[in-house]
């Protein structure tokens, strides 16, 4: 399978815990994105990688956020100090430049 | 904030009959994407009609795009009732091409 792939694909977490998710994009892609999507909503953009360089962040991505992508190949998203309105899925995409953007199939997040 | 929005919210039909999903937006945009999703699943691209582009078909789908009234349609012809999801308009407005997605519409199609 080529697609973008996501790990885990659920995680439930205690308040207070910190996670990290992991996205593995389309090995040619030079172009990263994280979204968050709440139940009822569109995706949200949290965050943008252009090979290794972290190039744009949301005001949605709050301290408690950090993102990485070492070496421009699969990036990982981690969340400090979890609250219950981090309850999301969150969802990775990556893209060949300014192309389509294909999307993974999400890490949902539940936070108790 | 969304710039997207989807109209209706949801529709239902009938297999064999069309769906048309309209999207309005709020600032000029460099391309416009619509993607399916599933129920709790992730999201499938559909299709991008570029800002200097009318109409674009991909098998079953036509979509429409116009830039002076900031909308776009989307056309499924002779629904299925596997055509069952939620139906994404995102914009891609510059920048470093981060979309802004919409609300969506919910489209069940009944055998």
Known sequence: DTGVSQDPRHKITKRGQNVTFRCDPISEHNRLYWYRQTLGQGPEFLTYFQNEAQLEKSRLLSDRFSAERPKGSFSTLEIQRTEQGDSAMYLCASSRDRDEQYFGPGTRLTVT | SQQGEEDPQALSIQEGENAT???????????????????????????????????????????????????????????????????????????????????????????
């Open chain 2, 21 to 111: 999903m309209n999207c309005s937006y709020k600032t000029s945009i460099n391309n416009l994407q619509w993607y399916r999703q599933n129920s709790g699943r992730g999201l499938v691209h559909l299709i991008l009609i570029r800002s200097n582009e009318r109409e674009k078909h991909s098998g079953r789908l036509r979509v429409t795009l116009d830039t002076s009234k900031k909308s776009s349609s989307l056309l499924i012809t002779a629904s299925r009732a596997a055509d069952t999801a939620s139906y994404f308009c995102a914009t891609d407005a510059g920048g470093y091409s981060t979309l802004t997605f919409g609300k969506g519409t919910m489209l069940l199609v009944s055998p």
